[in-house]
């Protein structure tokens, strides 16, 4: 038995923001993203 198993609401809330860090933001671009994708595809 877990305390999960009982939940009444969920787990994240609306407001939930992702993680944000402007010193990776600073470089971090969408061709960085796209890499990614196309490495996860493999």
């Known amino acids: 038995m877990s ?3 009982n ?3 969920p787990a994240y809330r ?3 923001e992702p993680y ?3 010193n ?3 470089w971090w671009s969408s061709a960085h ?3 990614l994708l196309r ?3 493999r």
């Open 3 to 5: 305390v999960y198993d």
């Open 7 to 9: 939940r009444e609401v």
């Open 14 to 16: 609306d407001d939930f």
């Open 20 to 22: 944000y860090n402007r």
């Open 24 to 26: 990776i933001a600073a």
């Open 33 to 35: 993203d796209e890499m």
């Open 39 to 41: 490495l996860m595809d």
